[in-house]
């Protein structure tokens, strides 16, 4: 538990012109202003929080934000999103936020290119237009609104869908309006090679 003055005390005895002080300090002396927080013993956030007051040109750092690191993942290939091609092949490594990898590295993370259109649609801000990249996790249970890769052996073509079950049978829906949903019969032979959990893209490779 934190302990330190109450927010009423900083408000109301601290200093008349607060904002203005805090400023001044910023400016002139922030040794002055970290003792200041030591002090009270809050940090810069809390201080913003429990005044009003934000501290000029303060870090992301400096107001508890955590920084983001990147971390490397394979991508080993290429997926159809409906009209592209697909093919597996070990084709470099994509960084992506550490905090991905965190939290999905157990299932087994893997990245793949999207080739094709179907799951991309302009009046979805969270469409995935071809040239982007899918991070997948390979062992993660799939379940309804997932985004999943599913191999149709039959095909010979891996592709990029949302997986939607109905009435016994499972159903690759595309975002694309003028591509239709692939429907899964029982005697289909789909593999489900992973969960989507994460979707980015190099703005030079991306194609609309």
């Known amino acids: 538990m934190r302990v330190g003055r109450s927010q009423g005390w900083v408000s109301q005895e601290l200093l008349r012109d607060t904002e203005k002080t805090v400023k001044y300090l910023w400016a002139r002396d922030k040794e002055a202003l970290d003792a200041l927080l030591?002090?009270?013993r809050w940090t810069p956030e809390e201080f913003t929080r429990a005044t009003g007051i934000e501290l000029p040109g303060a870090s992301?750092?400096?107001?508890g934000a955590r920084p983001v690191t990147m971390t490397t993942v394979p991508l080993l290939g290429v997926v159809s999103a409906?009209?592209?091609?697909?093919?597996?092949?070990p084709m470099g490594e994509i960084e992506v936020s550490s905090e991905v990898v965190e939290r999905y590295g157990s299932y087994g993370l893997y990245a793949l290119e999207v080739d094709g259109d179907s799951m991309?649609?302009?009046?979805?801000?969270y469409s995935i237009p071809p040239g982007s990249f899918v991070v997948v996790a390979r062992d993660l249970e799939p379940r309804p609104g997932d985004l999943v890769i599913a191999w149709l052996?039959?095909?010979?073509?891996g592709y990029l869908k949302e997986l939607e079950r109905r009435r016994g049978h499972q159903v690759l829906k595309s975002w694309?309006?003028?591509?239709?949903?692939?429907?899964?019969?029982p005697e289909d032979q789909v593999e489900v090679q992973g969960v989507v959990v994460h979707v980015g893209f190099d703005p030079r490779k991306v194609r609309r």
């Open 38 to 40: 030591n002090a009270l």
């Open 60 to 63: 992301l750092e400096r107001m």
């Open 82 to 89: 409906g009209r592209g091609t697909s093919h597996a092949e």
């Open 120 to 125: 991309f649609c302009e009046d979805l801000p």
């Open 153 to 157: 052996k039959g095909k010979g073509v």
């Open 176 to 185: 694309n309006p003028e591509v239709p949903p692939i429907v899964v019969s």
